[in-house]
């Protein structure tokens, strides 16, 4: 993860880490104008939002890279019938027809095919 920064804050609506003073953990949150409906600071899922006090000052970090997650059987084959077939409509036979295939090595006509097993191989 990177290091906190002291300058430059951005406030263009980037979202952004900042650390909550109370909850003592980095929060993800973006800068909006203040108005009666809402605080400075907008967390994320925009179900909460903050005054610029809340916050060390100035302390900010950018938004971590998203974790390499492990996909599922059914997202790997999502994955499959959106790149070799024409409409999503496959999709259920696919699931039962490739159950008890080598995903890692699957035959396809002239082709063999390595599933992706993570969400960054896709």
Do not use: Q
């Not at 800068?31 to 809402?38: D, G, S």
């Not at 998203?66 to 059914?74: D, Q, R, S």
């Not at 295939?101 to 896709?122: A, C, G, Q, R, V």
């Amino acid at each position: 993860m990177e290091d906190w920064r002291y300058s430059d804050m951005p406030k263009d609506g980037t979202v952004i880490m900042r650390w909550h003073k109370l909850y003592k953990c980095p929060i993800a949150v973006y800068y909006k104008e203040r108005t009666e409906l809402h605080l400075e600071w907008v967390e994320r899922t925009m179900s909460n939002s903050w005054p610029e006090e809340s916050f060390a000052p100035e302390a900010w970090m950018p938004i971590p890279a998203e974790p390499n997650i492990k996909l599922t059987y059914e997202e790997r084959v999502r994955w499959f019938v959106g790149k070799y077939y024409e409409t999503g409509m496959e999709t259920s036979g696919m699931l039962e027809a490739l159950k008890d295939k080598d995903l890692d090595n699957f035959e396809w006509y002239d082709e063999t095919i390595k599933f992706p097993t993570y969400k960054s191989e896709m």
